[in-house]
């Protein structure tokens, strides 16, 4: 059976995508991201993902306080062990050249942490987006799953047996492993258009490339300030997108977090998820999983997130959302760093 692009699975979960970007508020800052996941070859051909990243001050004025840059690209041969033939980085980190080789998945984070232990207190941006990797390596499956259902081919390697209760969309009655069990294959996810994130500002993301078809793309903001009493107000925006043979965007997953963090940074005192866009049903259960941040100190919540958000109440993508909020410390340093309006900066790689 091939796939009718244009179709919404009946089991989609909810599809309210966000449009546009909130406005810069003055003394503040923005950092923002994205993960382009192409197939240039094909859809069983390596996998290219392209790391840029921005982190943004914004002065009481409303002027550039400070603006930094980062970005990465790696080949990850995909269908060969998902090993990463090739990853370079800007700025460039020499350490890092020794993770060539390594399975861009699980121990990935473990082993580019080792290979460049001064990384994520010299440049947590660029830590970031090497965090997102494995993930995002992952999640270009759903490229490759859309594409090849076109013609009703598999891919190479393909598997009909998949974790149980590893998320909320994991569960044993679920969509996805009801659709393996009846046909074999996991079904394609089928999101709503996406509307623009652009507003009348240029400056509101960095610079963002046309996405190809058939490729993906996972984007976030995340928006730091301190309010009059000196608690710290977080503000999140976390999507991944597909853009269909028909040259449409469409969204896969979209979560807005918002948080509020002790004036001392101690521990979160509020933190709550929406789940603007998700895949399937079973997947409205996740965004309560948020809440559990509250009285979480900041310095633990890398660690917390990986031991204890699993199961079928929690959502994989969530938890990459929720775990970009360790990097508040990095931002408010950027804040709070005095230093007056400075021309922008060059956006290297």
């Given amino acids: 059976m091939t796939l009718d692009v244009g179709r919404l699975n009946p089991r989609h979960g909810r599809h309210e995508p966000t449009g546009g970007t909130p406005p ?6 923005r950092r923002t991201t994205t993960i382009d996941m192409r197939r240039d070859e094909g859809p069983t051909g390596p996998l290219l993902l392209l790391g840029r990243g921005r982190d ?8 550039v306080g400070h603006e930094q840059f980062a970005a990465f690209e790696a080949l990850v041969d995909f269908y060969g062990g998902r090993q990463i033939s090739q990853l370079e980085t800007a700025p460039e980190r020499p350490a890092l050249r020794s993770v060539v080789g390594a399975r861009a998945g699980s121990g990935f984070r473990a082993a580019f942490t080792a290979a460049d232990p001064s990384l994520l207190a010299e440049d947590s941006l660029l830590y970031l987006l090497l965090d997102d990797l494995p993930v995002a390596t992952l999640v270009s499956g759903q490229a490759v799953n859309a594409a090849l259902s076109i013609s009703g081919a598999r891919p190479p390697g393909h598997r009909s047996e998949y974790p149980v209760n590893v998320c909320a969309g994991f569960t044993p009655e679920g969509t996805i492993l009801t659709e393996v069990r009846a046909a074999g294959r996991a079904p394609v996810v089928t999101g709503p258009v996406a509307p623009s994130l652009a507003s009348d500002d240029p400056l509101a993301w960095h610079s963002i490339e046309v996405l190809p ?7 976030r903001r995340i928006d730091v300030w301190r309010n009059a009493d000196e608690s710290v107000s977080v503000d999140v925006l976390f999507r991944d997108s597909y853009r269909r043979v028909d040259d449409i965007e469409t969204v896969i997953h979209e979560y807005s977090v918002t948080a509020e963090i002790a004036p001392d940074l101690s521990a979160f005192t509020a933190c709550a998820a929406t789940g603007n866009t998700l895949p399937w049903v079973e997947c409205s259960a996740a965004p309560a999983s948020a809440g559990n941040l509250q009285g979480v100190p900041l310095d633990e919540l890398r660690e917390r997130i990986r031991e204890t958000w699993t199961g ?24 709070i760093d005095g230093q007056p309006d400075i021309p922008r900066t060059s956006q290297g790689a």
């Fill in 56 to 63: 943004l001050k914004t002065t009481p004025t409303g002027a």
């Fill in 24 to 29: 810069r508020r003055p003394d503040s800052v």
């Fill in 312 to 335: 079928p109440l929690t959502c994989t993508h969530l938890n990459d959302t929720l775990r970009s909020l360790a990097d508040v410390p990095a931002l408010l340093d950027i804040l």
């Fill in 213 to 219: 078809r058939h490729a993906m793309r996972r984007a």
